[in-house]
């Protein structure tokens, strides 16, 4: 059934049919819709699942903690401070290896204000443990919170959906909604295993562990967080296998050929279709890659994607002050392992910094500014930045 | 995968499983509780040493047959004891601290009486003895002395001069404190037992000592002291003065005694009380005549107060100088003492003050104390100030002679007869055994420095379990004082002073089941564990526990990290904690 | 084996035990004692939420637990909301008869933790919130907290400028949610205790109990007087044992039959060593007019 839907419709289409059973409601924009839209499916009768309006994020995501250690299917969504404050908690459910999903509108950080798209906020919850996936339009929205729940459960860590302020969660398209019956086929009913307070096995979770064992624990994390990687990619085939939508953890785009290929993430990755195709149009030798997840980093699927390459642009909506953008920062780290005669020169940009727009003609300049360079310049570009 | 040189956990995150159990945290510990079995200050004080806590604790579960039985392991008479006892262990009670004493007297008396009522009688010891044994008197210290040697296989006779047995229970207590028929039900529960009486035998007389010396093995002396004494003042051999233990013969023999209107009694003790209290019940006008004070007097505080009651009189720091009229007394020549050094430990000395007065009298009852006739005994005898000198365990030099009662060393009360009539039997089933008799052969059955002997604390585990007995007597400090709520001590019904003073009934009205197992519920049973679970409630760490043997709670020195809350909380005082280095 | 003569009859005490021993909490610990017997008067099935507390450590290190009921530890501020979502989730689950008890400390519960506590008790959460409260940040080494009384010393408020500002009224705070039940207790008066926690198990919805947990390390006192200081906080009418039904029927369950000046359980512990007679006297009057508003409730449900 097609439906137009703004993102967070979507959003909320995605946990409904993923037959989530605990939702944790806190408004902040560009979130709120979201959580308005899972409120009405359940006085509708839509969604089977307990709405609990919690008074904080910090409160949300431990109310979805308490709920899967209850056993059950368990969500909640945010936005830019209020991911922030959940910060402490992502990483306890990590550690709790609890299979929470989130979605995280992206919004700028105060101060100052600003409720506009930025992904400073995701990129901050980096070493939290939580799988990160970006979404590009609306369908990818609906679709990749389903899948979402799938990848957690698969690996036990929270996974995170992401989708950009306004752009996506206010801006509507038409969203093929799938049949509910379809999606349980893909996600059946959640098996927590052992892993909740059953009193008859009574357990202590999270029990005090020196750090004789400690780095041990530490270390499973970073195991399934590596399977990950391939649990994605399995999950992306068979969901492409049962709905027709195909998505990567990397996506190229006539980077065969390419003299600059431009890295994006989210929503900017549409926009960079266009804009190569009208670079192309004027003879030029552009591409684009999109990368679809942050955590974990698909560094091989990039590696061979840029292989050989001539030059790489990355565009940050981010940064991490004092060293950058991020996702050129997790490129660059990548593309160390090859070899000098494969690694492409590598270009950073920051833009559309607080909803701030990233169009063509913004694309454009970078691929300009990339293509005329020789060598690359010390510091990332901070494109548009006036008086600078 | 990579870089992993160790086992990592099998589950995801830190699931513990493993029962802390494996975490022996007794190694925390420097000090340790442990149980013990202090000695309650009644106890202490008693003479007879019964187990005072027991009875009181069977006794508030209206457990009485359990109560008796446990009595009557240190005491054959509790229904006597109930009566007569002038219960020193009240005084010492620590529940005076917290309210009042326990009235452990009426407990005990209702349960003498149940035994009686009950018809509860004892077993002997189905061990026989081939040994005889000649119990010379058939009062307390002799009745008692034979229980236990019977109780223990022996064969018993006992001698007696007088026609029925008892001794001053029987001649020397008035029927309104001992009434006859609880005085017969007792001894008869021990007829019972197959003691062979010889009553109406004087030893010494109708058999001589030499022959019982040749037929028993062993011989118990306790004849009592019967040779009277007498004031050196003038006029003093004229008709109409009477002794005090022949006043009370007459009259527990049922007989009229000569007595005038106006009786004067010379004496601060308790025969002279019950010759007041007994003339005021034939309609004479009593005073007692005493040269200290009213405090000093050696007579039971609660018999002085009954006697005032009844109408007896009482004239304090006065000596008799003449007793006057022609053949037959008429009155008395009084001096008045002062009192040289007296404190609240000296009695004081007391001097002449040269002031006389005059009393109007008709009859003058000296009751100024008895001595050992010496001439009623053995001559191998010894004696020390005037009583018979005996070893540890009542025992005459080196022979198969015993002395107890009156005749000895001992306080002349029937409770302390009792207690040497004990001490007599253990050292003759010793000396028949062939074991020693030194001060330290009692020490299992005595608590701490008393030498008293108590085999129910010592011997038995009913009703509380007996562990690391102490020499320690527990004090009010040693308790926990909020687990005991504060309640008024029972109050003993007695007969109002007119009706009694016209009247040999008992004085005390029984009290009722009721009010016995209410007072004895505020029995604090000190320092003996009743299984209140105190412990084994307020322990954080697990370690105290039922003991599989049902002797009480064990702490589980595996865990247990020394805090001791276990004692702090212990109401009674049972636990203790004890350094150590393990 | 029980004698009759005890002010506390121990009989009705359930035998069952719900920890083991080998936990790691101090000699002489209140708080480890409060859970023994909280967990008798629970009874199964039961599940625990714990934030950051004494009570972290207390059931010992990775793979050891002295639990027997499942038991998950949760961050600092965030018993509130995990209870709700753990509750929620066996609802869902058709395991609505697991009750779900968070139980934190005076930190987790006056502090940090009171805004989600305070939401759930607003959406009237059908769980039960224990607070251990041994007055202090025990944990980190005795650091005031809201439920440090005045005048105590603390790592943090020295004894040369000690805490000058009283105890969260932390049951008003509650009670002003309209909890259906709310209960003082402390180990001091187990049966008490337990019979709270029983109670409180059969009723629907926000349930908050306030426990008064003594601390022998961070009060300062001798291992042995933990229940001795506990049974004085109540007899001195500095921790009165009561319980509040729907927020508005107060019923004191422990009237002490004399009631025990302050100085008695001020001058048992060391953290209040450096108060004078003066101060004592002023603590002794707070104290009275606390328990005199409390006294017209007890009075008011009493003659109602």
């Known amino acids: 059934m097609k439906k137009v839907l703004t993102g967070n419709q979507a959003v909320a289409y995605g946990a409904m049919l993923s037959d989530v059973k605990v939702v944790a409601a806190y408004p902040i924009t560009p979130q709120t819709t979201i959580i308005e839209t899972l409120a009405d499916m359940q006085a509708e009768g839509i969604g089977d699942f307990d709405y609990i309006r919690v008074e904080s994020e910090h409160s949300a995501l431990s109310v979805c903690i308490g709920a899967s250690m209850g056993g059950v299917r368990a969500f909640t969504a945010t936005s830019g401070q209020g991911l922030f404050l959940m910060h402490e908690m992502l990483h306890y459910a990590t550690g709790a290896r609890v299979p929470v999903v989130l979605a995280n509108v992206n919004r700028a950080p105060a101060l100052p204000w600003n409720i506009w798209s930025d992904q400073t906020d995701s990129i901050s919850q980096r070493d939290t443990g939580c799988i990160q996936l970006y979404c590009e339009g609306n369908q990818e929205v609906l679709d990749t919170t389903i899948m979402a729940f799938k990848i957690a459960e698969t690996v036990r860590l929270p996974a995170m959906v992401i989708l950009d302020a306004f752009w996506l969660s206010h801006t509507s398209e038409p969203v093929d909604i799938p049949e509910k019956e379809a999606v349980q086929k893909f996600l059946p009913s959640f098996d927590p295993g052992d892993m909740w307070l059953d009193p008859e096995n009574p357990r202590t979770f999270g029990s005090v562990s020196m750090s004789d064992v400690y780095m041990e624990f530490r270390w499973l994390i970073q195991r399934d967080m590596e399977r990950a990687k391939g649990v994605i990619s399995e999950t992306h085939t068979e969901f492409g296998n049962l709905f027709g939508r195909n998505y990567h953890q990397v996506e190229g785009y006539l980077t065969d050929d390419a003299e600059v290929v431009i890295v994006c993430s989210g929503t900017v990755a549409s926009t960079g279709r266009v804009a190569v195709e009208v670079l192309r149009s004027e003879g030029k030798k552009a591409g684009m890659l999109k990368v679809k997840t942050l955590r974990p980093f698909p560094s091989d699927e990039v590696k061979n994607a840029l292989r050989d390459k001539e030059k790489v642009a990355v565009i940050d909506r981010n940064f991490s002050p004092g060293a950058q953008g991020v996702w050129a920062q997790e490129i660059r780290s990548a593309l160390y392992e090859l070899a000098d005669s494969e690694r492409p020169l590598l270009y950073g940009y920051i833009a559309g910094l607080g909803g701030r727009d990233i169009n063509i003609g913004t694309i454009r300049d970078i691929y300009e500014r990339t293509s005329q360079s020789e060598t690359p310049e010390d510091a990332d570009i901070w494109v548009g930045v006036k008086y600078v | ?582 | 084996m029980y004698s009759l003569n005890q002010r506390f009859d121990n009989r009705d005490i359930p035998e069952e035990e719900y920890m083991t021993p080998g936990h790691v909490a101090c000699a002489g610990c209140g708080a480890a004692l409060s859970m023994r017997l909280a967990l008798k008067g629970l009874g199964m099935p039961t599940a625990l939420v714990i934030p950051a507390s004494c009570w972290t450590v207390i059931p010992g290190l990775w793979p050891m637990t002295s639990m027997k009921v499942p038991l998950f530890h949760t961050a600092f501020e965030a018993t509130g909301a995990t209870i709700s979502g753990l509750k929620a989730a066996y609802r869902k689950r058709g395991m609505d008869n697991i009750c779900v008890v968070g139980w934190a400390g005076d930190g987790g519960t006056f502090d940090i933790g009171i805004q989600a506590l305070s939401a759930a008790a607003e959406r009237n959460e059908d769980v039960i919130y224990v607070c251990y409260d041994n007055e202090a940040y025990m944990n980190t080494g005795i650091q005031r907290s809201g439920g440090t009384p005045i005048g105590a010393w603390t790592s943090t408020t020295p004894a040369k400028n000690p805490k000058a500002v009283p105890k969260k009224d932390i049951e008003e705070i509650m009670l002003a949610h309209r909890i259906p039940y709310l209960a003082t207790a402390t180990a001091a008066y187990p049966g008490d205790l337990i019979a709270k926690f029983k109670k409180a198990r059969t009723i629907k919805g926000m349930r908050f109990i306030h426990l008064l947990s003594a601390c022998p390390a961070g009060w300062k006192m001798p291992e042995n007087l933990s229940v001795e200081v506990m049974r004085l906080a109540v007899l001195s009418n500095i921790f009165p044992l009561y319980e509040v039904e729907n927020s508005e029927i107060y019923r004191q369950t422990i009237i002490p039959e004399e009631i025990v000046p302050v100085e008695r359980y001020v001058r048992l512990q060391g953290r209040f060593r450096h108060l004078s007679d003066h101060d004592i006297a002023r603590y002794q009057e707070m104290i009275d007019q606390r328990f005199e508003r409390l006294k017209e409730r007890f009075d008011k449900t009493a003659n109602a």
């Not at chain 2, 187990?51 to 392991?73: H, P």
């Not at chain 2, 019967?226 to 003093?236: M, N, P």
């Not at chain 2, 009651?309 to 001096?335: D, H, K, S, Y």
């Not at chain 2, 108590?454 to 690391?468: D, G, I």
């Open chain 2, 1 to 582: 995968m990579k870089h992993i040189d160790q086992k990592v956990p099998t589950t995801l995150c830190a699931i513990s499983t493993t029962s802390s159990a494996v975490n022996k945290t007794g190694s925390w510990r420097f000090s340790r509780p442990v149980f013990i079995d202090s000695i309650p200050p009644c106890s202490y004080e008693c003479p007879a040493g019964e187990d005072v806590a027991g009875f009181m604790y069977l006794a508030a579960n209206g457990r009485f047959e359990e109560a008796w039985r446990l009595i009557i392991k240190d005491n054959p008479f509790p229904a006597i004891t109930g009566r007569v006892c002038f219960h020193g262990c009240e005084a010492k009670c620590n529940r005076a601290e917290h309210d009042e004493a326990v009235s452990i007297n009426s407990v005990e008396r209702y349960i003498g009486d149940y035994g009686l009522n009950h018809g509860l009688t004892v077993n002997n010891n189905s061990a026989k003895r081939g040994e005889k044994v000649a119990i010379v008197g058939a009062g307390p210290a002799g009745l008692t002395a034979s229980y236990y040697l019977r109780l223990w296989g022996y064969h018993v006779t006992i001698f007696d001069s007088s026609a029925l047995p008892g001794g001053l229970m029987r001649y020397g207590i008035p029927s309104y404190r001992l009434p006859k028929e609880i005085l017969d039900g007792e001894i008869s529960r021990l007829r019972q037992m197959g003691l062979n009486f010889k009553m109406g035998t004087t030893v010494g007389k109708d058999i001589s000592w030499n022959k019982i010396d040749r037929q028993f093995d062993a011989v118990f002396v306790a004849i009592g002291a019967h040779r009277e004494a007498t004031l050196k003042v003038k006029g003093i051999e004229k008709k109409g003065i009477l002794n005090a233990l022949r006043f009370l013969r007459e009259v527990n023999l049922g007989r009229q005694p000569v007595l005038g209107k106006r009786v004067a009694v010379i004496g601060g003790g308790n025969s002279a009380i019950d010759c007041a209290r007994v003339s005021r019940r034939f309609d004479a006008n009593v005073t007692i005549i005493y040269r200290r004070r009213e405090a000093k007097m050696p007579a039971n505080a609660e018999e002085i107060k009954m006697a005032r009651e009844e109408g007896v009189q009482f004239l304090f720091q006065a000596v008799p100088l003449e007793v006057c009229g022609n053949e037959t007394v008429a009155g008395l020549r009084l001096q008045k003492v002062a009192l040289k050094n007296a404190n609240s430990s000296d009695r004081g000395q007391p001097v002449p003050t040269g002031e006389t007065f005059y009393i109007d009298c008709d009859t003058l009852i000296l009751a100024i104390g008895e001595d050992v006739n010496k001439e009623d005994l053995p001559r191998h005898i010894t004696y020390k100030r005037n009583r018979v000198e005996t070893g540890h365990m009542g025992r005459i030099g080196d022979s198969k002679f015993f002395a107890g009662g009156d005749i000895i060393d001992t306080p002349r009360t029937v409770t302390h007869a009792i207690a040497s009539g004990k001490r007599g039997a253990v050292g003759i089933d010793r000396f028949l055994a062939g074991l020693p008799l030194g001060k330290s052969s009692l020490d299992p059955y005595r608590l701490g420095d008393s030498e008293n002997i108590s085999f129910s604390l010592t011997t038995s585990t009913v009703p509380f379990p007996k562990r690391n007995r102490t020499r320690e007597v527990v004090n009010y400090s040693n308790l926990n004082p909020f687990y005991f709520d504060r309640r008024p001590r029972m109050k003993t019904g007695i007969i109002p002073a007119e009706e009694r003073a016209r009247s040999f009934q008992d004085v005390v009205i029984s009290p009722i089941e009721e009010e016995v197992t209410t007072e004895a519920r505020r029995c604090f049973n000190c320092g003996s564990c009743t299984g209140c679970g105190n412990c084994y409630l307020f322990c954080p760490d697990l370690c105290v526990k039922n003991d599989p043997d049902g002797n009480g709670y064990t702490v589980d020195m595996d865990y247990c990290k020394g805090c001791g809350i276990c004692v702090q909380e212990c109401p009674r005082g049972a636990i203790k904690m004890e350094f150590v280095r393990e």
